[in-house]
T-cell receptor
Framework: GAVVSQHPSRVICKSGTSVKIECRSLDFQATTMFWYRQFPKQSLMLMATSNEGSKATYEQGVEKDKFLINHASLTLSTLTVTSAHPEDSSFYIC?????????????FGEGSRLTVL | EDQVTQSPEALRLQEGESSSLNCSYTVSGLRGLFWYRQDPGKGPEFLFTLYSAGEEKEKERLKATLTKKESFLHITAPKPEDSATYLCAVQAGGSGNTGKLIFGQGTTLQVKP
């Protein structure tokens, strides 16, 4: 299947700093990518839909000024957690669909574990 | 509101003991139902997509089925390496469909040798 890669896989930062997570589609182009968050022993919660060349669409309750999403190319989306706090510690996972259409399999990255001290 | 409910939350099986995981859904216009496997600390790994009631798909010891209200993931003669969390997700149709998936809480399967 299609390959989605995330970097870094783990990051530890101090409270108040910003952290950037990259999501790349390695062997296909994706006009749309999705960012999910997963707390321990819980399921994936969609944070936002990242659209290449335009603004991201955020789910209700997700602060767009705190979680900045940039989808500057067809193979790269970035999530920046600004002024991170301990409650932002979580597992962040991106996903993309080959061809960027609205149907078909959604492939996930390996995830990025953020720990805010 | 679109909703996905999985049961049981946790399942312990002996190696070789077959069983089924359930995924009940309420969605406005199903575009697809997806099954994923997730190992601890990893991203979900795609298993199956089902699109219409009556559809079935198989892969090794796993078989997924779909009705108008629920999906089952049947595990035949499981092995310890099948231990993982199995996630069910749906994609709703209708206007404004962005292709996003709505996930259930997952079933954590443990297979003991």
């Amino acid at each position: 299947g299609a390959v989605v890669s995330q970097h870094p896989s783990r990051v530890i930062c101090k409270s108040g700093t910003s952290v950037k997570i990259e999501c790349r589609s390695l062997d296909f182009q994706a006009t749309t990518m999705f960012w999910y968050r997963q707390f321990p022993k819980q399921s994936l919660m969609l944070m936002a839909t990242s659209n290449e060349g335009s603004k991201a669409t955020y789910e209700q309750g997700v602060e767009k000024d705190k979680f900045l999403i940039n989808h500057a190319s067809l193979t790269l989306s970035t999530l920046t957690v600004t002024s991170a706090h301990p409650e932002d510690s979580s597992f962040y996972i991106c996903s993309a669909r080959d061809g960027g259409g609205f149907t078909g399999e959604l492939f996930f990255g390996e995830g990025s574990r953020l720990t805010v001290l | 509101e679109d909703q996905v409910t999985q049961s049981p939350e946790a399942l312990r099986l002996q190696e070789g003991e077959s069983s089924s995981l359930n995924c009940s859904y309420t969605v406005s216009g199903l575009r697809g139902l997806f099954w994923y496997r997730q190992d601890p600390g990893k991203g979900p790994e795609f298993l199956f997509t089902l699109y219409s009631a009556g559809e079935e798909k198989e892969k090794e010891r796993l078989k997924a089925t779909l009705t108008k209200k629920e999906s089952f993931l049947h595990i035949t003669a499981p092995k310890p390496e099948d231990s993982a969390t199995y996630l069910c997700a749906v994609q709703a149709g209708g206007s404004g469909n962005t292709g996003k998936l709505i996930f259930g809480q997952g079933t954590t399967l443990q297979v003991k040798p």
